[in-house]
Structures are given as structure tokens and as C-alpha cells.
């Protein structure tokens, strides 16, 4: 009798990212998804004139490692295969395949925009190019969290974009997406939006003052994008392997790519 | 108004036709195409281009005649590969022999794609003979102002089905006949009318008449048991290159060669240009056997 | 009559009308269902390759996969050769549907047929002095991604797994992976299927990064990737002992295709303990009771087992590396035990007259082996040697030896001769 009751706790049930096969002894029924998570995570952070784009470099597929070297930050534009003189770094996170196709169009779009009026395309442009590129393909979306960064032409403040997959945008001062996006972006929230800081020895209660969000300075970014993914690896198996970091400034972009656990 | 079109006076001057060489498709009362006949004759200004089919391969020559010294040497190849165990050598309308090239890679194409297997070299000679032989017919077009030569070596091994996963069963159901030989070399031209023959021997173009004259005297019937290899193949075309070019000797041309062997020859079946080595070895005893030409004559 | 070839022979549409099609399939521009139901496209694969590995080497890349195609649980095709060579510098593995497979090699056909219209690379090789004409491994890789991804894309997928092997146009060794969704990924070792669980740790211990390639043999590439092969074949019930192996470096492709997995040995599992990760202890040689591998081998008889068999009835295994294997276990398991130690050892001897394994053969090896604990028993002291015949009722044999004085354990030697593979032994307690 007691078999047959409820007895699962919701804790006893993780939830991953891929599917979990269900021992319902129920034929399954094959057919193709054209679909599947890759996990990883990235970030992005704007600071007052750079922008810091970060993601692990592990591939994954359910519980396998498929490679510990896959970036998922690529750089937009610029002349040639290895996009030199380019300004945008456009990362994405989710299906891999969608990523590296997302990546191949926007980067053709760019480089064509340049042919077609002589100068390069800035952030914002960009920006809303690729919004539309998403929302042109939403009834079969290109399953990715984008995040877009460069420098702004008109202040030479950092620009960053972050999408969903069907092309809704925003400008953001930070955001984490991926695996372990829901374990970065309250950190992100309260380093660098500082939320739920407040002025010490302020009045308690709903007079207290909130603590004002200013631009980070860039070793200051680049402490938190390494705090971030060293904390998510403890705590997300699809996040590892390796950091891949660009900051894109006025004069262009630095990489550089830092271990992380391999576990 | 005009009412004599120059370029129709022009024509009926210089042409035998009344009126019956302006159209593709129509005979003159004595049974001729003029058209057909007139594209042969663009033919036989082009350089002259050879095959000569050999016990163990197929070798394809051609007098590339220079139109200009800024062209680069070696570079603009005339002989084309239409699939892996055939190619094709023309003379005449280059831009002709570049459609006809390009139709005979897609017969070539869509045999693999039906048969799962190479085209034999009579199946595309055929085919590319009724295409030809389709250009005479209408009013729209005109004929091709080439002829080809294609050679080819139908594998003698038993090919696989392209994409074949095993090697089957040895023996029993399915199994494999011991010792049965089939494939070999091949050689067809195809004249401007779609008119074609498997040769020997083939030359066209502006030294037609003296190279078929030295294709005489080669041994080729595999009948007579001393059919020449196709070594001494390539070396023949050369000479025989060197000597149809003795009528236009004021003008500068580069010799181009492929072979196509065995499947256990030099090329391993397939079709492909005469390495380098091999190739200026055939030059230097073309030029030799001519010099010694000369002397006799003095 | 017009200058269109296509129209020619055909009906003319000004005397005609245009050609209607209605009665055709959607496919060929018609609007008939063939069976009034929506167009459908693979749903899943069904004869199927397994496993495809590849490791990187300093120079080039070696990459193997067994020869068997399966339906479902059905051994159906056991030579099936499932590593495509596309030029002298690459080399594709498939895993998965085999007549997509078959799909994709008449594609790389006809793409190489396209490549060598302008001549063949044979010919530019030798004047570059390089092998530059040819297209280079990751060029190949991208056109089969693109493939694979449109496919996806078209919700008519080619459901395989592929592993591109070979050398870049840099001659640098290239190894990188294309599925059935368009996933794209490198890396110094890869597997695909099976493989990415049970060879792929293998494969990362001996290359754990790309820096590692720079330390490895071509040889050892080789021996790493055919003790992958094994450990596939033990573990994965679609796999089959004769593969196909590549290796591609500098000098070219060399690909065969009828290798046939050696020295097989059951003998690891005795090492494994529970579930999950365990450290088993290793031998470790400076022990004063204990032999290293190489001592004890000195107490062999130098024809091995052969010699004790001879005069046996019935024949058995005689490969050394088998015996090496057994040798190797029995000290790790010695090891393992308390000290003071004492050993017994018995050989239970499984032995074949061609009528199978049954309880007759069973039980008479075993009567030589109770005869032999009567012996052996009487100071504990036992050495190690060939196993017994029936003939060893009254002594131990001249070839065995003392080793060590172990003591609280018997190891049971199994070697099967039913199937030669399988050589093991048991610690009982």
C-alpha cells in the first residue's frame, strides 16, 4: 500500500539540464531533437571605458566532457579569419552547433557592413542586427543565451548586450548566462549593482540608504569574473576546465585563457 | 531602310550555300549541314590535340599554341579531368570545350549518383556524342565548335560500389568469380556532327593530318601482341606533337600530357597529368628525333 | 525549339500547356502525399557502427573503430570498414547509421572528384614540394559540420558521429568531432559512442592536454589506442575484436582494416572492487618477500606453457603475455594481503577436448588441483611455476619454485581454454 504513495522529496530529485530517463518501464518513443544543452557558463561586465566578456571553455554533453578546450567568446569583424582590428566579442552559451552558426552569420554581417559603407559597424548597430538575426529565426530559435560587448563610440563607455534566444535585448551593466547563470548573477548583483549593500550606520528600515552602483575598475572586473567561475565550478559539474577572458577597450581586445578545475 | 544586311552579303559571298548555311537544322538540297561543316572548320584551326590508346593506359597530348607571351607557362590547363578515370582533350572554340567539359562532368556525375559506380568511357562517349549531336538539330543553337578526344580506363579490378561498406562474401552466394578481368583502355572522338568512334589512335585540330599520319605507324591493335606501353605511349605523343607542329613552327605552343594507367599502373586508374620528370624526358627525345629528321633530309 | 537543353525532347509548354505535376510527390513539386501523412525523415538510426577513438601524436594522429555494423542487438555485419581515407593527409571515422555513413562517403567522393578537375595534387605536390594542394583536415571537418548542421537544420539528420583525422594545411595534426546535431569540438583525444565513456579517460590519461602531444610516440599512440580497442571490445556488447586502424602523419595514411585484438585478459577485474573509484595497490617491487614481474618470470619454464602441456592431452593457451598478466594480478593480490602471509596456490585448469565446456572437464581439472593442495599444504611454503597436470598427485613439480612465504589467501589461477581470452584468477580469502 505504501508502495504505491508518493515518496520522492523534491530535494532528492537534482535537476539537470539534460534529460533524465524516468524508469516508467513505458516504451519510449525515438525521434530526433534537433536540440541538446552543451553547458558552460559566461559573463559580461561593462566597466567605464572596457567591456570584460568571460566564459569556461568546457564542452559537455549530460554527464560527458566532449572537450576542455571549446571557447564560447568569439570576436566580431575585423579583416581576415583571426578578425584583426576587431572592436565586438559576441559570446554564446547553451546548443554549441546554434552558437558557432550564430557566431559565423553575425561575423559575415559585420564584415559586410564594412564593405557596403567603408567603416566599421559600431556596438549598438551591431547590437540590433544581431536582436533581428534571433528574431528572424524564433520558430526554430538558435538555442543560445548571447551576450554582446564592446565599447560605445559615442562616451568610449563599456557596452554590453545580453539576448535570450529569440532575440529580446538589452543593455546591461552585467550578466551571467548558462549553467551556471543562476549562481553568478545574484553575485554579479551585489558586486557590481551592488543590490542588498547599503551605507554603513545608515537608519535601519525602509529609510536605509542603498549603496550607489559605480563603473569598476577594470582589476576590480577581473577579480570578480575569476571569483565568479571559481565559485560556479565548485558548485556546477558543466562548468570547468578553463577560463577564456577578453576585454575589449578602445585599442581592441586582450585574451587570455586561465585554468580552472578540471573535476 | 537597309535592306542587305551586310553581314548576310558577307556570308553568301564567301560560303558555297545559297541561304541554306544561316540556319542550324537545315540541310541544302545536296544532304549537308553547312553549320556542321562550318564548325569543323573552326576545328581545324585549333591547336592539334592527340590520344593514343595504349596496352596498359591511355595518354592525352595537346599543342597548347601560346596567344601571348604575358600568359604564365604551365599555368591554364586545356586537358580536363571529367572524373576520376577520365579525361578529355579538344580543339577548337575554347569556350566550347569548356561546356562540353562541364556537361560530360555532370553525365559523369549523375551515372555515379544512378549506378553508385564510375562511368565507363563508352557510356560517356555516348552520351556525349547524343548531346553534341543535339546542337545540330535546332534553330537556336549553334554546333559545338570543337572535337573531342576522351580517354579513360575502365577499372580492370572489380570496383566497389561507391560507398561500399565490406569486402562481401569470398566465395558461395554472392561470392566472387576468380580470375574474371573486365575494364581496360579506352579512347572515342567526337566530332562537331556528335559523330563518334572509339579509335586507336585520335588526332584533330590544325597538325591532324600529319600526327594521324605518325598514329600510323604506331603498333596499337592489342591484337597484334606488341601493342606499345604506355611509357612509350606518352613518349609517341610527344614526338608526334613535335612533329604536327612543324607546319606552324613560327609560332610558340607548350606541350601538355595526362595519362591515365592501370588500376595497378603509375596513375593507379585514375586521370592525371604527366609528372614533370617524365614529361620534359619526352620533350628532350621529341626534339632529338626531330633534329635527326632534319639531318637526314639534308 | 529554343537554346535550353533541358526543354529539348520534351513536350513543348506552348503546344502543351505547362507540365502538370499535381500527381507528383511534394518532393518533386507535386501535392500528393504518398500515404496522406506529413513528410517524415529519420526518426533514428538503424544499422549502426559503434565507438570511433583518436588520439593525437606528436607528428600525426592515429584513429580506430571495429569493423562490425549492427541492427539493434544483431551482430549483421561484421566487415564493415567504418574509417574513410579522403586523401593522403585525412582520414574519417563514423559511428552511428551506416547508410548515412555510406551517404557521406559518396559525398567526400564526389567532392574529391570536384577537387581534382584542376588537376590532380599529385601533380602540384611536386612542384610545391609540399602536399599543399590537398585539402587539409580541418577543411574537411568544416564542410562535414556544415553538412551535419544543415542536416539537423532540415530536421532530416545524418545520424552519425564522426571523428576528422589528419594533418591542417600546416601539416600540423588535426583531430576534431561532428555529430549528428552539427555539435563541432577538438581536442587531443577524442571518442565517440562507447568510447567517450570507457575509452575516453584512457585515452586523457596518457594525453591529458594539448601539450602532452608533444611527448608521445607514434608507437605509443598506436599501443594506446589497440588497448582502448580492448577494453571496448570487454565492455561493449555492439563491438566485435577485429577493427580498422589509421595512422596518419607526415609520410602519408596508413590504414588497416583487419586487425584482430591481442593479448586479451580478464585478469584486471579482479583488481576492481565495488562501485565507483577505488585505488587498487599497486605491486610494488621492493618487497622482500615478493618478486617483481620480471624475477618471477625467471621461474618459467623458457618454452612457457607449452612445456607442461606436452605431455598433456589436451592443449591450451601458450601466449606469454597471457601468463604475464596472470603473474601480475596474483602479486598485486598478494600485496594486498596482511602480513604475515601465507599463499596457497591453486590452478584450476578448465581444459577442452573440443566438446565444449562441461562439468567432465571442469571437475578433472579440478581433482589435479585438490591433489596438488595435499602437497602443497603440508609447510605452506608454495613457489610460483607452471600449473599443474594430473600427473602432480605426489609432489610439486620441478618447475615450480618458492618465491615468497605467504600466508592467509589462496589464489585461484583460471585459465580457460574454451576461449582463450579469458585467463583469470580469484583470491579467495
Known amino acids: ?263 | 531602310m537597309d535592306l542587305i544586311d551586310p553581314e548576310r552579303a558577307r556570308k553568301q559571298k564567301t560560303s558555297i550555300g545559297t541561304g541554306y548555311d544561316l540556319s542550324n537544322s537545315v540541310f541544302s538540297p545536296d544532304g549537308r549541314n553547312f553549320q556542321v561543316e562550318y564548325a569543323v572548320k573552326a576545328v581545324e584551326n585549333g591547336g592539334t590535340a592527340i590520344g593514343i590508346r595504349c596496352k596498359d593506359g591511355v595518354v592525352l597530348a595537346l599543342e597548347k599554341l601560346v596567344t601571348s607571351k604575358l600568359l604564365k607557362k604551365d599555368a591554364n590547363k586545356r586537358i580536363a579531368t571529367v572524373d576520376r578515370n577520365i579525361g578529355v582533350v579538344h580543339s577548337g572554340l575554347l569556350p566550347d570545350g569548356r561546356h562540353f567539359v562541364s556537361r560530360a562532368r555532370e553525365e559523369a556525375a549523375s551515372w555515379r549518383s544512378t549506378y553508385k559506380a564510375p562511368i565507363p568511357a563508352a557510356s560517356l562517349a555516348n552520351r556525349m556524342g547524343a548531346y553534341v549531336q543535339a546542337y545540330t538539330l535546332y534553330s537556336s543553337v549553334r554546333p559545338f565548335g570543337i572535337t573531342a578526344i576522351v580517354g579513360g580506363w575502365d577499372a580492370e579490378t572489380e570496383v566497389d560500389v561507391d560507398g561500399a561498406v565490406g569486402s562481401g562474401p569470398k566465395s558461395g552466394s554472392g561470392g566472387k568469380t576468380q580470375g574474371v578481368k573486365e575494364g581496360g583502355p579506352y579512347l572515342y572522338m567526337i566530332e562537331p556532327s556528335g559523330l563518334y568512334w572509339g579509335y586507336y589512335g585520335a588526332a584533330t585540330g590544325k597538325g591532324r593530318q600529319a600526327a594521324k599520319a605518325e598514329l600510323e605507324k604506331l603498333k596499337l591493335d592489342p591484337k597484334d601482341g606488341e601493342c606499345i606501353s604506355l611509357e612509350e605511349g606518352v613518349k609517341e605523343a610527344a614526338r608526334i606533337i613535335y612533329v604536327a607542329h612543324e607546319d606552324s613552327k613560327d609560332k610558340e605552343f607548350e606541350l601538355e600530357m595526362t595519362w591515365i594507367s592501370a588500376v595497378s599502373g603509375p596513375t593507379e586508374g585514375r586521370h592525371e597529368e604527366v609528372p614533370k620528370g617524365l614529361r620534359e624526358e619526352a620533350e628532350r627525345l621529341a626534339k632529338k628525333a626531330l633534329e635527326g629528321d632534319d639531318e637526314m633530309e639534308e | ?429
Open chain 1, 1 to 263: 500500500m505504501a508502495a504505491h504513495t508518493l515518496h520522492t522529496l523534491p530535494s532528492t530529485n537534482p535537476s539537470f539540464s539534460f534529460p533524465q530517463h524516468a524508469p516508467s518501464g513505458a516504451p519510449t518513443q525515438h525521434s530526433f531533437y534537433p536540440y541538446t544543452d552543451n553547458g558552460g557558463s559566461t559573463l559580461g561586465i561593462s566597466g567605464a571605458s572596457f567591456t570584460v566578456i568571460a566564459g569556461d571553455t568546457r564542452l559537455t554533453s549530460g554527464y560527458n566532457i566532449l572537450t576542455r578546450y571549446a571557447p564560447k567568446l568569439f570576436k566580431i569583424g575585423g579583416s581576415g579569419p583571426d578578425h584583426k582590428g576587431a572592436k565586438i566579442v559576441l559570446s554564446v552559451v547553451g546548443f554549441a552547433a546554434d552558437g558557432r552558426a550564430l557566431q559565423e552569420r553575425l561575423d559575415t554581417l559585420v564584415k559586410l557592413y564594412r564593405y557596403q559603407h567603408g567603416k566599421d559597424i559600431t556596438v549598438h548597430a551591431c547590437a540590433q542586427r544581431l536582436s533581428h538575426i534571433l528574431y528572424n529565426k524564433r520558430f526554430f530559435p538558435y538555442y543560445v543565451q548571447a551576450i554582446l560587448g564592446g565599447v560605445d563610440e559615442v562616451d568610449g563607455s563599456g557596452a554590453l548586450y545580453s539576448y535570450d534566444p529569440v532575440g529580446s535585448y538589452e543593455r546591461e551593466y552585467c550578466r551571467a548566462a548558462g549553467a551556471a547563470a543562476s549562481l553568478i548573477m545574484p553575485f554579479l548583483d551585489n558586486q557590481v549593482n551592488l543590490k542588498n549593500q547599503y551605507e554603513p550606520g545608515s537608519v535601519q528600515g525602509l529609510e536605509k540608504k542603498q549603496l550607489e552602483a559605480k563603473p569598476l575598475d577594470r582589476e576590480t572586473v577581473e577579480g570578480l569574473v575569476r571569483d565568479a567561475f571559481t565559485s560556479a565550478v565548485e558548485r556546477h559539474i558543466e562548468v570547468g576546465d578553463g577560463l577564456q577572458m577578453m576585454v575589449i577597450t578602445n585599442e581592441g581586445i586582450e585574451e587570455v585563457v586561465l585554468p580552472l578545475k578540471r573535476d
Open chain 3, 1 to 429: 525549339m529554343n537554346h535550353l537543353p533541358h526543354a529539348w525532347g520534351r513536350p513543348r509548354d506552348d503546344v502543351y500547356g505547362h507540365y502538370n505535376p499535381s500527381y507528383l510527390p511534394t518532393s518533386l513539386g507535386g501535392t500528393q502525399h504518398i500515404s496522406s501523412m506529413p513528410t517524415s525523415h529519420t526518426q533514428s538510426p538503424i544499422v549502426t557502427g559503434t565507438s570511433v577513438i583518436a588520439i593525437k601524436f606528436k607528428t600525426g594522429i592515429v584513429i580506430a573503430a571495429d569493423n562490425l555494423a549492427s541492427y539493434g542487438s544483431l551482430a549483421r555485419f561484421t566487415d564493415v570498414k567504418r574509417l574513410k581515407p579522403f586523401n593522403k593527409k585525412c582520414v574519417v571515422g563514423f559511428g552511428g547509421d551506416v547508410s548515412d555513413m555510406q551517404y557521406i562517403d559518396r559525398l567526400l567522393m564526389s567532392l574529391d572528384v570536384q577537387q581534382n578537375y584542376a588537376g590532380s595534387a599529385k601533380e602540384m605536390d611536386e612542384e610545391d614540394g609540399g602536399s599543399k594542394a590537398l585539402m587539409g583536415a580541418n577543411n574537411l571537418h568544416t564542410y562535414l559540420s556544415k553538412v551535419m548542421y544543415k542536416r539537423r537544420s532540415d530536421f532530416n539528420p545524418l545520424w552519425n558521429a564522426l571523428l576528422v583525422a589528419g594533418l591542417d594545411e600546416k601539416d600540423a595534426p588535426f583531430l576534431a568531432s561532428a555529430d549528428l546535431l552539427g555539435t563541432t569540438y577538438s581536442a587531443p583525444t577524442l571518442a565517440t559512442g562507447f568510447g567517450a565513456h570507457l575509452a575516453q579517460p584512457l585515452l586523457r590519461n596518457v594525453v591529458p592536454d594539448e601539450k602532452a602531444v608533444e611527448g608521445i610516440t607514434r608507437e605509443k599512440a598506436v599501443e594506446t589506442v589497440r588497448e582502448c580497442m580492448k577494453v571496448l571490445f570487454y565492455r561493449d556488447a555492439r563491438s566485435m575484436p577485429e577493427y580498422s586502424i589509421a595512422v596518419i602523419d607526415g609520410s602519408g595514411v596508413e590504414l588497416k582494416t583487419d586487425e584482430k585484438l591481442e593479448n586479451q585478459s580478464w585478469a584486471f577485474a579482479e583488481t576492481i572492487r565495488g562501485y565507483g573509484t577505488q585505488t587498487v595497490p599497486v605491486f610494488v617491487e621492493d618487497q622482500d618477500q615478493i618478486r617483481t614481474l620480471d624475477e618471477m618470470r625467471e621461474y618459467l619454464p623458457e618454452d612457457g606453457l607449452s612445456a607442461a602441456m606436452d605431455d598433456h592431452p589436451f592443449r591450451t593457451a601458450t601466449d606469454p603475455g597471457e601468463f604475464r598478466d596472470i603473474y601480475l594480478a596474483a602479486a598485486q593480490a598478494v600485496e594486498r594481503m596482511p602480513k604475515p602471509r601465507q599463499l596457497e596456490i591453486s590452478f584450476d585448469l578448465q581444459v577442452d577436448a573440443g566438446m565444449g565446456q562441461g562439468e567432465h572437464e571442469f571437475s578433472y581439472a579440478q581433482g589435479a588441483t585438490e591433489s596438488w593442495y595435499q602437497e602443497s599444504s603440508v609447510d605452506s611454503k608454495v613457489g610460483w611455476g607452471m600449473f599443474p597436470t594430473v600427473e602432480m598427485d605426489d609432489q610439486v613439480p620441478k618447475a615450480w619454485k618458492k618465491v615468497g612465504e605467504v600466508k592467509g589467501a589462496t589464489i585461484e589461477l583460471y585459465l580457460s581454454e574454451q576461449n582463450e581470452h579469458y585467463i583469470n584468477y580469484r583470491l579467495i580469502h
